[in-house]
């Protein structure tokens, strides 16, 4: 069977000289010349394959696509984690307690305005381009390095982990700041900072310049296995659904959600600890006695369990699963159909 222009396959193999055969034996007629029909094949059968951008595609290629990625996974999802802040909140006011998501963001709407769930996304998508861009660069040029050591140049589960893996730590590196410390004070219940300046002045000036990475390694010890969960997932599952790795919308949305899903349900122990981190609860932490500021994932674990017990750690896993879901699905989709844009533009310039 042949294979549309929208289903462009890593799978695809065959020999020059067998298209060269078939191209002989057809009858003459309307179409391409020979020369093309072999053209093809042979493009197929180099290592630029859709499964990882051509090798000509220049660093800004690389940083562009995940710039785009990363600004329209955050910016879409942008209430949903504001939700998600606020239910992992420990010690929250009687006011913004939630049962569900829903329930969270009509009644945040409702009493606080229209824009309130959006209050910080400017920062964040300020952060999300760069760290994108960084993120995405590093993993392509890991992932291919690794794979070529360990498989030869096939698909690696170990070295996609991996390089999703070292690829967070440029990735935080950006992020932590405007992600975790600003956008977070600023989605909370009563924020005092009327805006993201001023919220980013006060911290510095009260707190030091050491507050904005004071989550930093607890973020990289979440996003680490964050991240290895995810691409193992989302690699294992297109296994399964589009095992030919074509260029498949439906796959690469349905697996990024399931990945993101597994991934944001491991890891919402260690979420719920950064968030006490980055907002530095001042009720809750009285109420365990903590004067000053709380570091360190050590603390943050025993305050987290002296304020909710072994549930305490999953306040707020049904709003980060629903974040998550469309979040990685996004991701996903917006770099795969990047990718497969530059690799159809590259095959057609050879052919």
């Not at 057809?26 to 020369?35: D, Q």
């Not at 879409?76 to 998600?84: C, F, G, L, R």
């Not at 995810?230 to 697996?255: K, L």
């Not at 890891?267 to 907002?279: E, R, S, W, Y």
Request: hydrophobic share 40%; aromatic share 8%; charged share 15%.
């Amino acid at each position: 069977t042949g294979t549309s222009p929208m289903e462009l396959s890593c799978g695809v193999g065959g020999s020059a000289t067998a298209a060269a055969a078939a191209a002989a034996a057809a009858p003459a007629g309307p179409g391409p010349p020979p020369s093309a029909l072999t053209s093809v094949p042979q493009a197929m059968e180099s290592d630029d394959e859709y499964e990882s951008l051509p090798s000509g595609a220049s660093l800004g290629t690389h940083m562009m696509a995940g710039a785009v990625a990363g600004i329209m996974e955050h910016s879409v999802m942008y209430p949903v984690d504001s939700v998600k802040t606020r239910m992992q909140s420990l010690q929250p006011d009687p006011k913004a307690q939630y049962r569900s998501v829903y329930e969270a963001l009509k009644k945040i709407v409702l009493t606080e305005g229209f824009w309130r769930p959006l209050r910080g996304i400017n920062v964040t998508m300020l952060g999300a381009g760069p760290a994108h861009a960084m993120y995405f660069a590093c993993y392509e040029k890991m992932k291919k390095s690794l794979s070529d050591t360990l498989q030869h140049g096939g698909n690696s589960h170990l070295a996609n982990g991996i390089a999703g893996s070292v690829a967070t730590l440029l990735h935080d590196a950006v992020m932590n700041p405007a992600e975790a410390v600003v956008k977070q004070r600023m989605q909370m219940f009563n924020s005092p900072y009327p805006s993201v300046l001023a919220c980013v002045r006060t911290v510095q000036r009260t707190e030091g310049f050491g507050a904005f990475y004071r989550s930093y390694t607890t973020q990289l010890t979440m996003n680490i296995p964050f991240q290895a969960i995810h691409f193992i997932t989302y690699e294992f599952m297109q296994e399964h659904i589009n095992p030919h790795r074509d260029y498949n919308p439906r796959s690469h949305i349905v697996s990024g959600a399931v990945a993101g899903a597994v991934a944001a349900a491991a890891t919402t122990p260690l979420d719920v600890c950064k968030t006490l981190l980055n907002t530095q609860e001042n009720v809750a932490l009285s109420s365990v006695n903590i004067s000053g500021h709380l570091s360190g994932m050590v603390n943050a674990f025993k305050t987290v369990y002296q304020l909710g017990g072994v549930w305490g750690y999953f306040r707020g896993v049904q709003a980060r699963v629903i974040y998550q879901m469309p979040s990685t699905a996004i991701a996903w989709s917006v770099y795969e159909f990047f990718k497969y844009l530059l690799t159809k533009h590259k095959l057609e310039k050879r052919t």
